[in-house]
């Protein structure tokens, strides 16, 4: 699975910004979809993730903030960060995970998102 994301950028705090994933397989296919972000030194931290089933899962510093939704039809994932803070300032990653013999995973390339305060 190959995951191409895109939509990061520089906003002001109370800004909003949309993030979007494009797989090159057909989400369905795909167990859980998801959102990781990073800062430089630490680890990868979950931000929002969805199943191929609709459920959902957020962080909960972004809940109440952020919404992950899929777009069947377009293979596309996407997160919705509204109220951003200078604390979601981050290096976000798109993310697939297929459970099949074994769990995999896949990583698209990051998209910086910078949040000035």
């Known amino acids: 699975v190959q995951l191409q994301a895109y939509g990061g950028g520089l906003v002001q705090a109370g800004g909003y910004l949309r993030l979007s994933c494009a797989a090159s397989e057909n989400i369905l296919s795909i167990n859980v979809m998801g959102w990781y972000r990073q800062d430089p030194g630490k680890q990868r931290d979950l931000v929002a993730a969805i199943t191929s089933g609709g459920t959902t899962n957020y962080a909960d510093s972004v809940k109440g903030r952020f919404t992950i939704s899929r777009d069947n039809a377009n293979n596309t994932v996407y997160l919705q960060m509204n109220s951003l803070k200078p604390e979601d300032t981050a290096v976000y990653y798109c993310?697939?995970?297929?459970?099949?013999?074994?769990?995999?995973?896949?990583w698209g390339q990051g998209t910086q998102v910078t949040v000035s305060s």
């Open positions: 993310s697939a995970v297929i459970f099949a013999t074994r769990l995999n995973r896949y």
